[in-house]
C-alpha cells in the first residue's frame, strides 16, 4: 500500500503564496493529484498531472496554481500564488482516480 505524506501548509494572508509537498512511498506512474477539503464541504479534485507531463485545473484554481512532479515520481508539489480566503482547506495528494487511503493531508489557511 502506497503511503502519503503532504506538508508545506500554513496561515497566510490574502494574495500571497504556498508551496505544497508530498512524497509516496514508492514511485508512482499514475495520474496524481491535489484535492482539497474545506470544512463542512466534499472532497474536490483541484489539480492532476499524468506521468509525462499533461495537467489539469479545476476552474476555481487556474492561473493561480501549479502542479508539478519530480523525475522519481515519487514527489508532487502544488505551487499556489494569490491566495484567497476560499482556498482555505486541507489538501491531500492521492492518485486520480484516487485510492482509499489517504495521507493526513496539510492545512491551509487563507486570512487577514
Known amino acids: 500500500q502506497v503511503r502519503l505524506v503532504e506538508s508545506g501548509g500554513g496561515l497566510v494572508q490574502p494574495g500571497e503564496s504556498l508551496r505544497l509537498s508530498c512524497e509516496a512511498s514508492?514511485?508512482?506512474?499514475?495520474?496524481m493529484g491535489w484535492y482539497r477539503q474545506a470544512s463542512g464541504k466534499e472532497r474536490e479534485l483541484v489539480a492532476s498531472?499524468?506521468?509525462?507531463?499533461?495537467?489539469n485545473y479545476s476552474d476555481s484554481v487556474k492561473g493561480r496554481f501549479t502542479i508539478s512532479r519530480d523525475s522519481a515520481k515519487v514527489r508532487v508539489f502544488l505551487e499556489m500564488s494569490s491566495l484567497k480566503p476560499d482556498d482555505t482547506a486541507v489538501y491531500y495528494c492521492?492518485?486520480?482516480?484516487?485510492?482509499?487511503?489517504w495521507g493526513q493531508g496539510t492545512q491551509v489557511i487563507v486570512s487577514s
Open positions: 492521492n492518485r486520480v482516480p484516487a485510492w482509499q487511503s
Open positions: 498531472m499524468s506521468s509525462y507531463g499533461k495537467t
Open positions: 514508492q514511485s508512482i506512474f499514475s495520474v
